[in-house]
C-alpha cells in the first residue's frame, strides 16, 4: 500500500506539470490530435476524473476501466451502500492510487471543499444515487433529495469550475413498458412506473438543459439495462449494504445456500417461457463504455448533449438466465413460482446502434461470463470485503 501511495504522490507531481502544460494552446492541440508542428504521434491525455458513487458497484467497476486506461480517479461516496474497503479492492486490481473521500452529495460544503481540492478536472463520472424501486415508493422524498437535488448541487460546482464532461448514470427505467422492442433512444418515454424512475427522467431533462444553457460543458447519459456480473478475476462485485432485490445477486445468494429458494414473479407473461425478458449487461462492457463516452465528448464542440443505450441486444428470459447460472454451477438451483410483482415490465431489451457506431463500444462479455463471475465473487466476497 505505501508503495502504491508513493506513485500516487509522484503521479500528482506528473499531473501538476501535465496541468501547466495543458493550459497552453499548443499542446492542447498536440493532446488531441496528430501533432502537426513536430509530426509526432498524439500523446493520450491523462484525464482528472471526479467519480461520485465510486465505492458503488457500476462506479468501483468503471473506476478500474478508468485507471487501467491510465487516468486518473478521485473517488466521492458517502457510504449509504457500499463500503470503503471497495477502494482497496480498486487499487489491488488495477495496481494504481485511487484517490477517495468520504462526501455526501447533498452536503455542499463537503463538494465545494473537493472541488477546490481539485481545481483542474477534466470529468465528472456521477454514479452516486439510490437505485432501489422500492424504497423510492415508500420514500419518494428522499429520492428526490439525494438524486435529483444531488445531482444540482453536483452541478452547481461543474459550473464553478468550468468541468468540461459529465457522464450520468441514467437507466431503461425511463422507457417503462415500452411498446416497441428493441427500445432505440428515441423510443418515447411512459410515465415512470416509480419515484426512482422519475428522478432518473428529471436527471436527465435538467442536464439536457443545463448542458444547452450553462454554455461550456457536454454531458452524456447513458441508459443502462441490467449490469450484473464482477470483476473477471471474481475480486470486485457488487457488494451492497442495503438489501439486494436485483436478479443475478439473488441467483448468487440462493446458489450459496443463503436463500432456500429463488422467487420467481409470473410465468404467464406473453413471453417465449412466460417470465419476463430483461438485458443482462456484463459489469465490465458497462465500466468500458464510460470511459469511451469520455473520450467522445472530448472530440465535441461544448453544448453537445446525446443519450445512449447499453445494453447487449440479446433479450433473456428469467429462467434462461437461471439456466445459464445452472450451466455454470453444475446443480439445479432451487425455485418457487410466485405471482406477478406490479410495476415490473414485461420484456425490455436494447438497440445499441448508436453507441456502437458513435462510440465504438461493442459488449464483449456473454451470458455464461456473467454467471461464472458473479459466483466467482459470491465465493469470495465476505473475506475480500465485510
Ligand atoms: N445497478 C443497476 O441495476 C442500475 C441500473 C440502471 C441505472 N443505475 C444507476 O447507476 C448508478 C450506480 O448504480 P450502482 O448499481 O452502482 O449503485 P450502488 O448503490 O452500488 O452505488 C451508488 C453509490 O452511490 C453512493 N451514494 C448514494 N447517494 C449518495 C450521496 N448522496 N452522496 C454520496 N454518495 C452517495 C452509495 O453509497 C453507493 O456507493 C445509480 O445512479 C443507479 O441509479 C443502476
Given at each position: ?31 488531441h490530435g ?77 463538494l465545494g471543499r473537493i ?6 478536472l477534466d470529468?465528472?463520472?456521477h454514479?452516486?444515487?439510490l ?6 415508493v ?12 444531488g ?17 450520468f ?20 418515454w411512459?410515465?415512470?412506473?416509480s ?5 432518473k ?5 435538467i ?5 444547452r ?5 457536454s ?25 439486494v ?25 406473453p ?10 449487461i456484463h ?7 464510460h ?5 467522445y ?19 433473456v428470459?428469467?429462467l434462461?438466465a ?15 413460482w ?25 459488449p ?5 461470463d ?6 466467482a465473487?459470491?465465493k469470495?466476497?465476505?473475506?475480500l470485503?465485510?
Amino acid at each position: 500500500m505505501s508503495f502504491l501511495r508513493f506513485l500516487h504522490s509522484l503521479r500528482f507531481r506528473i499531473s501538476a506539470v501535465y496541468d501547466l502544460f495543458r493550459s497552453q494552446q499548443s499542446f492542447k492541440t498536440c493532446c488531441h490530435g496528430f501533432c502537426k508542428t513536430s509530426g509526432t504521434l498524439p500523446i493520450k491525455p491523462i484525464l482528472k476524473v471526479l467519480v461520485t458513487g465510486a465505492s458503488g458497484y457500476i462506479g468501483s467497476h468503471t473506476a478500474i476501466d478508468l485507471l487501467q486506461h491510465g487516468h486518473e480517479v478521485i473517488g466521492l461516496d458517502n457510504y449509504v451502500n457500499s463500503s470503503p474497503r471497495v477502494f482497496d479492492r480498486i487499487e489491488k486490481i488495477s495496481g494504481k492510487p485511487c484517490l477517495s473521500y468520504q462526501a455526501d452529495l447533498r452536503d455542499k460544503d463537503s463538494l465545494g471543499r473537493i472541488f477546490d481540492a481539485h481545481p483542474r478536472l477534466d470529468a465528472i463520472m456521477h454514479f452516486a444515487a439510490l437505485k432501489s424501486v422500492d424504497e423510492s415508493v415508500v420514500h419518494p422524498d428522499l429520492y428526490y433529495e439525494n438524486n435529483v437535488s444531488g445531482l444540482i448541487n453536483l452541478i452547481h460546482f461543474q459550473k464553478k469550475h468550468r468541468v468540461p464532461r459529465l457522464i450520468f448514470s441514467s437507466s431503461c427505467t425511463v422507457y417503462g413498458n415500452a411498446d416497441q422492442l428493441p427500445v432505440t433512444e428515441s423510443t418515447p418515454w411512459k410515465q415512470a412506473e416509480s419515484p426512482y424512475g422519475l428522478t432518473k427522467q428529471l436527471g436527465e431533462m435538467i442536464l439536457q438543459d443545463f448542458t444547452r444553457h450553462a454554455g461550456s460543458m457536454s454531458c452524456v447519459s447513458l441508459r443502462y439495462f441490467n449490469p450484473a456480473g464482477a470483476h473477471p478475476g471474481g475480486h470486485l462485485g457488487e457488494a451492497a449494504t442495503k438489501e439486494v432485490r436485483n436478479l443475478i445477486p439473488l441467483i448468487m445468494e440462493t446458489g450459496a445456500g443463503k436463500r432456500p429458494f429463488l422467487s420467481i414473479y409470473g410465468n404467464d407473461y406473453p413471453t417465449r417461457d412466460g417470465t419476463n425478458v430483461r438485458d443482462f449487461i456484463h459489469i465490465m462492457d458497462l465500466a468500458r463504455a464510460h470511459t469511451l463516452a469520455m473520450d467522445y465528448l472530448g472530440n465535441l464542440p461544448a453544448g453537445t448533449y446525446e443519450v445512449f443505450n447499453l445494453g447487449t441486444g440479446r433479450g433473456v428470459t428469467i429462467l434462461e438466465a437461471i439456466e445459464a447460472f445452472n450451466r455454470v454451477r453444475g446443480e439445479k438451483l432451487p425455485v418457487k413460482w410466485a405471482g406477478r410483482r406490479p410495476g415490473d415490465v414485461v420484456a425490455i431489451y436494447a438497440d445499441y446502434q448508436k453507441a456502437k457506431n458513435l462510440l465504438g463500444w461493442q459488449p464483449a462479455y456473454t451470458m455464461e461470463d456473467i454467471m461464472a463471475h458473479a459466483w466467482a465473487w459470491e465465493k469470495n466476497k465476505s473475506e475480500l470485503i465485510s
